[in-house]
Nanobody, 128 residues
């Protein structure tokens, strides 16, 4: 059974850093499309960073380019999102998700959110 446990969220001041973790079970995260998404209060969920097994190019949404980095640890079946230079507008619940059946590009997944399985999310609050 596919399952995610996200962690690492919390309260951080603007300019600070956090590293989110997403421990996957029930499948090998290194071999499927996987991504980080976020949903701010009152806003639609949006893609943050996605990578697929087909193009292996990690896509980053424009608002986070140069500040966020996604990585995968095969041995731990874990996906990370390193977030630096955090801004108040980064405040959101962050989710990881996967598609076990499709074969699209990372950018497609982040832009369409067509993922099969979703975690429950971890809250990131960037505030003074």
């Amino acid at each position: 059974q596919v399952h995610f446990v996200e962690s690492g969220g919390g309260l951080v001041q603007p300019g600070g850093s956090l590293r989110l973790s997403c421990v996957a079970s029930g499948f090998e995260a290194a071999h499927y499309a996987i991504g980080w998404f976020r949903q701010a209060p009152g806003k639609k969920r949006e893609g943050v960073s996605c990578v697929s097994d087909s193009d292996r190019v990690t896509y980053y949404a424009d608002p986070v380019k140069g500040r966020f980095t996604m990585s995968r640890d095969k041995a731990k079946n874990t996906v990370y999102l390193q977030m630096n230079s955090l801004k108040p507008e980064d405040t959101a619940v962050y989710y990881c998700a996967t598609d076990l059946h499709g074969d699209y590009s990372g950018s497609y997944y982040c832009q369409t959110l067509v993922m099969d399985y979703w975690g429950k999310g971890t809250l990131v609050n960037v505030s003074t």
